[in-house]
């Protein structure tokens, strides 16, 4: 990396914000920051608490672009006025390996309107193709939702979760690459839905595929059963990005497709298509378990096809619910020869009742609702010493256990695993 490339005058242009060199015209706007919000000051300036002398740090020590060791402090301006509200800096630069660290900064009134995603986009841009920069880290509290969404907006990826890096606090990483996708690479090739599952509700459960997809994507919806109620996948996404938007399912509404599923599917596909409009590449819809198992995904894909012919549809499998009972459990779900049913008893026990008699493993989703009837069928056919139950797997008050020990409601999204009878080590080779 050519260090020198820091001390040249820089002004990037944006839609509505300018990101430049700081300027003797920036001293009055320094200091009524410094009187207001004195918190977003860079770190360079941390001690300093006259205002006048910011006014005379400003006037001396940044002209012509001066660093403070390998490092540049650059101003966030409004374009329509070029009027200072904001910093942004490029600090912490290691030139044996061309990476360094961007941390912003804007005034209040200015936060939600696009400023910081524009200015962190034209300075990166600048010093990963004009500075020789290879690799851009950003790093900011785990609470702080809207710094990690300008950061993914801005094309920063998430890595993880540094404990304890901040004054004892945690800190997520995010980092961006010269080599990641922007402009005409990040466009080419068709629009994309993809359905992916997120598992039972244990956020540690997500593949690493899942996990890039959702940082990468332009758009993540998530399907709740209210705009004000958060869903269960909504809470295993926002452990990776804080994209999510919510969608209205009717997760709850009974008795096939009733009016108030289509107009969910078709609210939920208007959004999707809408994001297309708009410029999105890449929508991502997370959904609990796996999208082709039981899942809204598939109704979604159904009807955004019917609006976008030409969008390409993609699924990333999800651990299933009865593969996360089996493990907390400790159940083998099937082993040599044994057949595996999975029965939904959203239509009742009675499919329950014969596949317990003609195959070996049987596994029941959504039991709740007729969790007396399951039981008394488990009693009939002599199994229910062997099978276990699960609800909110992986969430708080998860509740693993002996389907014998049942005694009242249970959630209605709860497991049932019945393993198959096994009297020896291999006797259903």
């Keep these: 990396m050519n260090e020198s490339v820091f001390r040249r005058p820089v002004r990037l242009a944006g839609e509505r914000t300018i990101v430049r060199q700081l300027t003797l015209d920036d001293a009055a706007a320094l200091v009524a920051i410094v009187r207001a919000e004195p918190e977003i000051l860079p770190k360079t300036l941390h001690g300093v608490d006259d205002a006048e002398a910011l006014a005379h740090w400003l006037t001396v020590a940044v002209p012509n672009g001066q660093r403070f060791g390998v490092s540049v402090h650059l101003a966030i301006a409004d374009r329509e006025t070029d009027t200072l509200i904001g910093f942004l800096g490029l600090f912490r630069v290691d030139a044996a390996?061309?990476?360094?660290?961007?941390?912003?900064?804007?005034?209040?009134?200015?936060?939600?309107?696009?400023?910081?995603?524009?200015?962190?986009?034209?300075?990166?841009?600048?010093?990963?193709?004009?500075?020789?920069?290879?690799?851009?880290?950003?790093?900011?509290?785990?609470?702080?939702?809207a710094s990690m969404r300008v950061a993914e907006k801005a094309g920063f990826r998430r890595e993880g979760v540094q404990r304890g890096a901040s004054e004892h606090r945690d800190l997520v990483m995010f980092s961006r690459l010269a080599t990641d996708a922007t402009g005409a690479d990040a466009t080419d090739g068709p629009v994309r839905l993809v359905g992916i599952g997120v598992g039972p509700g244990d956020p540690e459960l997500v593949t690493a595929k899942a996990v890039r997809l959702l940082q990468e994507a332009d758009v993540v919806l998530v399907p709740v059963m209210a705009p004000d109620e958060p869903g269960r996948a909504e809470s295993v996404v926002r452990e990776y990005t804080a994209k999510a938007e919510r969608v209205v399912f009717a997760l709850n509404d009974r008795g096939g497709v009733t009016e108030k599923r289509a107009a969910a599917w078709d609210g939920a596909a208007a959004r999707v298509l809408e994001a297309f409009e708009r410029g999105a590449r890449t929508v991502v819809f997370a959904t609990i378990g796996d999208p082709n198992v039981y899942s809204t995904f598939t109704y979604l894909a159904q009807s955004v096809r019917a609006g976008r012919p030409d969008v390409a549809v993609e699924t990333v499998p999800g651990i299933t619910a009865m593969q996360d009972l089996a493990a907390r459990s400790g159940t083998v779900l099937a082993e040599g020869a044994e057949s595996l049913a999975l029965v939904p008893l959203t239509a009742g026990a009675g499919g329950f009742r014969e596949a317990l008699?003609?195959?070996?493993?049987?596994?029941?989703?959504?039991?709740?609702?007729?969790?007396?009837?399951?039981?008394?069928?488990?009693?009939?056919?002599?199994?229910?010493?062997?099978?276990?139950?699960?609800?909110?797997?992986?969430?708080?008050?998860?509740?693993?256990?002996?389907?014998?020990?049942?005694?009242?409601?249970?959630?209605?999204?709860?497991?049932?695993?019945?393993?198959a009878r096994r009297t020896s080590r291999g006797g259903k080779l």
């Design 97 to 145: 390996h061309d990476t360094c660290e961007v941390g912003y900064a804007l005034r209040r009134a200015e936060r939600g309107r696009g400023h910081a995603t524009e200015a962190l986009r034209l300075a990166c841009d600048w010093a990963l193709r004009d500075c020789g920069l290879h690799r851009i880290e950003l790093r900011t509290l785990t609470d702080n939702i």
């Design 357 to 419: 008699a003609t195959c070996d493993t049987v596994v029941a989703y959504k039991f709740g609702s007729v969790a007396p009837e399951v039981t008394q069928a488990l009693k009939d056919a002599g199994r229910l010493d062997d099978a276990v139950y699960g609800a909110r797997l992986g969430l708080p008050g998860e509740d693993v256990g002996p389907a014998s020990a049942i005694d009242g409601p249970v959630p209605y999204l709860s497991t049932l695993i019945v393993p």
